[in-house]
């Protein structure tokens, strides 16, 4: 196994949410995080897909390099984004 894809940076903010990839990853649990009198942000537990990883014939599983991350979503504002360590897993 390798050790994983070079990651440029480990925390994202709002200015790297359109340039994020979100498809296919993995939603664990949301919350909404109540803020009276304002309304709440919404948090998202998900595996985040860092990069794909194409099997060696004759394997067919595909598999991929994630990382939880939580993404902070506050109504009007943006986002933020914090992520941990990479891991593999098979998808």
Known sequence: MSTGPAVAQTVCADADFDAMD?????VHAAALEPAPPHP???LLDL???IE???PEPPATTLSAWICPATP???PGV???HRHLPARS???
Not at 22 to 26: K, L, R, S
Request: charged fraction near 20%.
């Open 52 to 54: 794909g990883v194409l």
């Open 40 to 42: 709440g942000r919404l």
């Open 89 to 91: 897993e098979s998808l």
């Open 22 to 26: 979100w498809h296919d990853n993995a």
């Open 78 to 80: 943006g986002s933020h």
């Open 72 to 74: 902070c979503l506050r």
């Open 47 to 49: 595996d985040y897909i």
